[in-house]
């Protein structure tokens, strides 16, 4: 599976929109980009995923760049209780290979 | 999404005993499921994947002797470690794919694999 690179920490404020960036150049066409979060001593929340086009759920949207090279994690809004790690997944194998994610602090 | 359980949630055993850790699919039916482990501070690592009715494949340098991995039906995988120690103290956390309760699977798309709440074990 493709790895990805995501910086170590990033601060938000409160009610802001919190954009999570990574980068995958290694991807490959049938690899889909994910995300999941993990909140202290918990297991891993998805969040979204998608191969090329850009998603938007009720959690979040994922932009994904048009060479599928690098994709946004966007949280519209920021509450307190978004305060986590966030993994930024690439995958079209068997296994989900996890990194060291960004830690991301929403601060009121 | 769709919802997998563990049980226990926390453990404290002591040196050289076993330790069985059971996870459930509790919505759907997971063609896979994996075993993770997780230090303070660090990421997760893939410790063996396991289909039901197979033997389970280790991660390089996961002793599978240690680590014994049941798959017993399509909702149920158990994870043992046996004859534990201290270094064996850890979270883990298991995940299972499958397709998301009242999704519809597409063709060619890849399943999504979603988490357990993990088991923090404590060995004396």
């Known amino acids: 599976d493709a790895k990805t690179t995501q910086p170590p920490s990033m601060d938000c404020a409160e009610g802001r929109a919190a954009n999570l960036p990574c980068n995958h150049s290694t991807i490959s066409g049938n690899e889909y980009v994910y995300w999941y979060r993990q909140i202290h001593s918990q297991g891993p929340q998805y969040i979204i995923h998608g191969l090329k086009n850009n998603e938007t759920n009720e959690m979040a949207s994922l932009i994904i760049t048009e060479d599928r090279k690098s994709s946004t994690l966007i949280l519209p809004h920021a509450t307190l209780r978004d305060t986590a790690v966030y993994y930024c997944i690439v995958a079209g194998g068997f296994k989900t290979i996890f990194g060291a994610g960004t830690r991301l602090f929403v601060k009121a | 999404g769709a919802v997998v359980s563990q049980h226990p949630s926390r453990v404290i055993c002591k040196s050289g005993t076993s330790v069985k850790i059971e996870c459930r699919s509790l919505d759907f039916q997971a063609t896979t499921m994996f075993w993770y482990r997780q230090f303070p501070k660090q990421s997760l690592m893939l410790m063996a994947t396991s289909n039901e009715g197979s033997k389970a494949t280790y991660e390089q340098g996961v002793e599978k002797d240690k680590f014994l991995i049941n798959h017993a039906s399509l909702t149920l995988s158990t994870l043992t470690v046996t004859s534990a120690h201290p270094e064996d103290s850890s979270f883990y956390i298991c995940?299972?794919?499958?397709w998301g309760q009242g999704r519809i699977a597409a063709t060619l798309e890849r399943e999504t694999q979603y988490f357990g709440p993990g088991t923090r074990l404590l060995v004396l």
């Open positions: 995940s299972a794919r499958g």
